[in-house]
C-alpha cells in the first residue's frame, strides 16, 4: 500500500488538468474543500479560495496552481515503491496533496490560512489565475505572509528574480549582395551586440542573506529579405533576468544602457514585456518561525514565480514545495515520498503552533 | 511620331508577360519570327530559337527574356519625346526589340545567327526558359559567341561572377534563460562569425582586363526555442558573390575555410545553392571585332547572369543592352532612345560586317 499522501497525489494525477482544461479538477477541489467545516470557500472561475476565520493574529496563505503543461505520454500515475510518476508529479500535484491534507487535517489552526488553488500558471502571464483572483477579490487574498507549493524540494526558495525581454531592430540599408558596398547590412551589425551580450559581467546582489544571479540572453534573432539581398532590419530579442533590488525601471535602465552603444539613429528597442521581482522578504515573524524551527535551507529564487503577485501586493512570499523542479516539464516526471512528509511536516508544524 | 524602334519597344510593353504568363508574348514573336524567310523557327514550351543557316564560318546567339516582373503600377507603355515609360522598358523588352528589328533588317547577315527568346528569366533558376532549351535542345543554341541583351546602357557586361548560399547552424544546449550557465547560447555564438564576416577582405581579380569584386553576406538569420529558453540552434545563410578565376569547389572551399574558426563539432554547414561564374572571353575574334570596332566600355558583370549556361557550354557570352540596370524592376522603369539606338547599331554593324 501506497502512503496516503503519495496515493492522493497520485488521484491528482488522474484527474486531467492541462491548462485550460482545469474545470474538472475545479470542481473536485470545490467539492472537497466545500466538505470542511471550517473553511469558507468561493470560487471563481477555475480559480478556488479557502479561508479559515478564527481571529488569529497572523494570516498565511498556501497557494499552488491546478494545471499541468500538456501531456508527453505520462498522462496516469504510477506508484513504484515510494517512488510516483506521472505528469504534475513534481509540479505540482504533490505540493496540491500537502495542501489538501493540511485542509483536512489541521482543522484548528495556530494562524488563520488561506488556501487558494488556481488556474492557467503554465501559459502565458496574461492567463494566469493568480491574478485573476487578485483583480476580482484581491481581499480574499490578503495575509501576512503566503508560500506557493512550487516544487523546490523542500528548499525555501525566497523571492524571485524579474523578467523583462527587449526587442532590439538594428537598422541598415538594402543592396544587391553582389554590389553590397551600396548598402549596410543590418544583420552583420548583430555581431558586436552578441559579443557585448556573451561577455557581459553580471551582478550577484546578496539581499536578506539570498544571493541572485543576474543574466541577459537572446533568445530570438530574425532577419532576412530575399537570398540576394543585403538586409536592412535585424531583430534580436534579449531576455534579463533582474534581482529584487532592483525596480523593472532600474532594470530596463540598465538594459538599455548595455544596448546604447551598438545603436545608431533609426534602430528601434522596445520593451516587449516586463514581470517585476520579488524580494525574499524573510524577516516577517511567521516566516522567521517557519525557516527556524525546521531548520531550514534557503535560497533565491533565480527565476521568475507567481510569488511576485504577493510581493506587488507587499505580501511576503516564498516558494516551498515537494518536487525536482528539474524533472518539471520533463517526460520522466516523478516525486518521491521523503520530501512530500518532510514538506507536509513542515508545513503542519507552521500551522499548529504559529509564530 | 516616335521613333519606330521606341514604338516596337512599346508595342512589346503592351503585350503583358509577367513571368509564367508569356504564352502571348511567345505566340506573337512565333508569328512574327516565322513570316521572316531566312529564319528556320523552333518553339520549345514559351521558348523560340529562330536560326539563319547561310553556312557562315561564324555563329552568334543573340538571347533576350520575354517575361517581366510583376506589374507595379506601370503595365501600359506611355511614350514622352525620346522616353518610353512602362513595366519591361529597361528589362529588356528594349532589348527584345533590337533582336527582333535585326532579324527583320538583316536578311543576308556575314555571320550566321541564332536568336533565343525564352521565358520565365526573373524567377528563380529552376524554372530559367534558357535552361529549359539547353536541356532539350542543346544543338540548337551552339554558337561561337553569345550576346543576351539584358540592361547594361550599351556597355559591354563581361562573363559573370558565380553565386552561392551556405547555411550555418551553430548548436548550443538549451537551458532556463534564469540559469544560463546550465546551457550554452547558439545565437550568442553568432557574434563571432557575424564579425569576421564583416571583416573580410575580398579579393578583387582582374581577368581579361575585367576587375572582379568578390563580396560576402549574411543574407537569412533565425534562431530561437521561447522567450525563456536559452536557444540550441541559430541558422545563418551567407551569399558569397565569387570570380570566374575560381571553380564552384574552389569557391564552397575558401567559404568553409572562412567558416570553419567559428564552428565547433554538431555544427552543420550546407551548402543550399550553387549558380557557377562565367568568364569574360573577350578574346573570341567575334567578340575583340565588336568591341573593337564600336569601342565599346566593358566592364566586369558583378552579379549572376544567365550568360553563365553559355560559358557552361564553352560559349563566350557577354551581356549588351540598353536601358539602365538600375532602373529595371522599378515602378519608374523606363527607356530612352539614345542607347536603344546605339546598341541597335552596334548589332547591326557586327551582324553586317561579321569578324
Given at each position: 500500500m501506497a502512503h496516503p499522501l503519495l496515493q492522493l497525489t497520485a488521484d491528482l494525477i488522474?484527474?486531467?488538468?492541462?491548462?485550460?482544461?482545469?474545470?474538472?479538477?475545479?470542481?473536485?477541489?470545490?467539492?472537497?474543500?466545500?466538505?470542511?467545516?471550517?473553511?469558507?470557500?468561493?470560487?471563481?472561475?477555475d480559480n478556488i479560495v479557502a479561508r479559515t476565520d478564527l481571529g488569529r493574529p497572523h494570516r498565511l496563505a498556501i497557494g499552488g496552481h491546478l494545471d499541468t503543461v500538456p501531456v508527453n505520454d505520462n498522462a496516469t500515475a504510477r506508484i513504484e515503491g515510494d517512488t510516483l510518476h506521472g505528469l504534475g508529479a513534481a509540479d505540482m500535484k504533490g505540493g496540491l496533496a500537502v495542501m489538501l491534507a493540511l485542509a483536512r487535517t489541521v482543522a484548528d489552526p495556530a494562524i488563520d490560512v488561506t488556501y487558494v488553488f488556481y488556474a492557467r500558471e503554465e501559459?502565458?502571464?496574461?492567463?494566469?489565475?493568480?491574478?485573476?483572483?487578485?483583480?476580482?477579490?484581491?481581499?480574499?487574498?490578503?495575509?501576512?505572509?503566503?508560500?506557493?507549493?512550487?516544487?523546490?524540494?523542500?528548499?525555501?526558495?525566497?523571492?524571485?528574480?524579474?523578467?523583462?525581454?527587449i526587442a532590439v531592430t538594428l537598422k541598415g540599408a538594402r543592396a544587391h549582395t553582389a554590389r553590397p558596398w551600396m548598402g549596410r547590412n543590418a544583420i552583420h551589425r548583430l555581431g558586436n551586440l552578441l559579443d557585448a551580450l556573451e561577455t557581459i559581467e553580471h551582478r550577484t546582489p546578496?539581499?536578506?542573506?539570498?544571493?541572485?544571479?543576474?543574466?541577459?540572453?537572446?533568445?530570438?534573432?530574425?532577419?532576412?529579405?530575399?537570398?540576394?539581398?543585403?538586409?536592412?532590419?535585424?531583430?534580436?530579442?534579449?531576455?534579463?533576468?533582474?534581482?529584487?533590488?532592483?525596480?523593472?525601471?532600474?532594470?530596463?535602465?540598465?538594459?538599455r544602457g548595455i544596448l546604447a552603444p551598438y545603436l545608431e539613429p533609426g534602430d528601434e528597442v522596445e520593451l516587449t514585456d516586463m514581470s517585476p521581482p520579488a524580494r525574499p522578504d524573510l524577516r516577517h515573524p511567521m516566516m522567521a518561525a517557519f525557516?527556524?524551527?525546521?531548520?531550514?535551507?534557503?535560497?533565491?529564487?533565480?527565476?521568475?514565480?507567481?510569488?511576485?503577485?504577493?510581493?506587488?501586493?507587499?505580501?511576503?512570499?516564498?516558494?516551498?514545495?515537494?518536487?525536482d523542479a528539474l524533472l518539471a516539464h520533463t517526460r520522466d516526471e516523478k516525486l518521491e515520498l521523503e520530501p512530500l512528509l518532510r514538506t507536509y511536516a513542515a508545513l503542519e508544524a507552521l500551522l499548529r503552533t504559529g509564530v
Open positions: 488522474d484527474i486531467p488538468s492541462v491548462s485550460f482544461e482545469e474545470g474538472p479538477i475545479a470542481d473536485w477541489f470545490e467539492a472537497e474543500l466545500r466538505s470542511i467545516e471550517a473553511l469558507d470557500v468561493i470560487r471563481v472561475g501559459v502565458s502571464l496574461e492567463h494566469n489565475g493568480l491574478r485573476e483572483l487578485f483583480d476580482s477579490v484581491p481581499d480574499l487574498l490578503q495575509a501576512d505572509a503566503a508560500i506557493l507549493g512550487e516544487p523546490t524540494d523542500g528548499v525555501v526558495e525566497a523571492g524571485c528574480q524579474g523578467t523583462m525581454r546578496t539581499i536578506d542573506s539570498c544571493t541572485y544571479r543576474e543574466a541577459m540572453q537572446a533568445v530570438w534573432v530574425e532577419g532576412g529579405v530575399a537570398g540576394n539581398v543585403v538586409p536592412d532590419a535585424a531583430t534580436l530579442t534579449v531576455n534579463h533576468r533582474f534581482a529584487p533590488d532592483r525596480t523593472p525601471a532600474e532594470a530596463e535602465a540598465y538594459v525557516i527556524g524551527r525546521n531548520d531550514l535551507e534557503v535560497r533565491a529564487k533565480l527565476g521568475w514565480t507567481d510569488v511576485a503577485f504577493f510581493s506587488e501586493q507587499g505580501i511576503p512570499a516564498v516558494n516551498f514545495g515537494p518536487g
